[in-house]
C-alpha cells in the first residue's frame, strides 16, 4: 500500500507542474510519512510531523504531505483518511490466502495504482495462492477512473464485469 500511495502522490505532483528535481528531494519525506502511516509508531508519527513544519519553511504546503492533525481535523481531507488508516494494512499478504473466484481490472495508464506492478502482483501471489480462478483486464487508454485518455468518453466496462459475471457466477450456478 505505501508503494501505491507513494506512486498516487508523486504522479499527482507531476501532473500539476512540480518539476522533478523538487519531487526527487522531498520524495524521502513522502515515503517517511507514509512509513509513519503504516506503522503503529505514535513517536514514528509525531517525528514526521515536526518534519513536515520544518519542510514547509523552505517547500510550498501544497507539495508537501499532511500533519496527522490535518488529516484528522480538515473536513475535505475526511475522504482520504481511511486510505491512509488502511495503509496498515498487508493486500499481498491476504493474496497468498484467497481462494475465490475474482476479476481485477485496471486501466493501462492508471496514475494512482501503478497497473504494471498490480497485475504482476495479482499473478505472483496467485500462484502462491494455488488460485486460478481469477481474471485481470487491463483497459487500454484507461487511467483509474473509467474514461479513455484519448478521447474523454467514458468507457462503459460494466459489460466487462458483466459479462466475467455471467460466464463465472451465474454460468455455474453460484448466488
Request: with cysteine; charged share 30%; hydrophobic share 40%.
Amino acid at each position: 500500500m505505501v508503494d501505491d500511495r507513494l506512486y498516487a502522490q508523486l504522479n499527482g505532483l507531476r501532473d500539476r507542474g512540480t518539476g522533478e528535481q523538487v519531487i526527487g528531494e522531498i520524495t524521502p519525506l513522502s515515503e517517511q510519512s507514509l512509513a509513519a502511516w503504516a506503522s503503529t509508531d505514535l513517536k514514528a508519527l509525531d517525528r514526521i510531523n515536526r518534519d513536515i513544519v520544518e519542510w514547509r519553511k523552505k517547500y510550498p504546503r501544497a507539495i508537501l504531505p499532511f500533519t496527522t492533525q490535518e488529516m484528522e481535523t480538515r473536513p475535505e481531507l475526511e475522504a482520504l483518511s481511511s486510505t491512509w488508516r488502511s495503509l496498515r494494512s498487508e493486500y499481498l499478504t491476504e493474496l497468498t490466502r484467497f481462494r475465490k473466484r475474482w476479476l481485477a481490472a485496471f486501466g493501462a495508464l492508471d496514475r494512482v495504482v501503478p497497473t504494471e506492478a498490480g497485475v504482476k502482483n495479482i499473478v505472483r501471489y496467485m500462484g502462491i495462492s494455488g488460485n486460478k480462478d481469477y481474471a485481470v483486464a487491463v483497459i487500454p487508454r484507461c487511467g483509474h477512473t473509467p474514461v479513455d485518455l484519448e478521447t474523454k468518453q467514458r468507457v462503459l466496462f460494466e459489460n466487462l464485469t458483466l459479462n466475467w459475471i455471467d460466464e463465472n457466477v451465474v454460468a455455474l450456478g453460484e448466488p
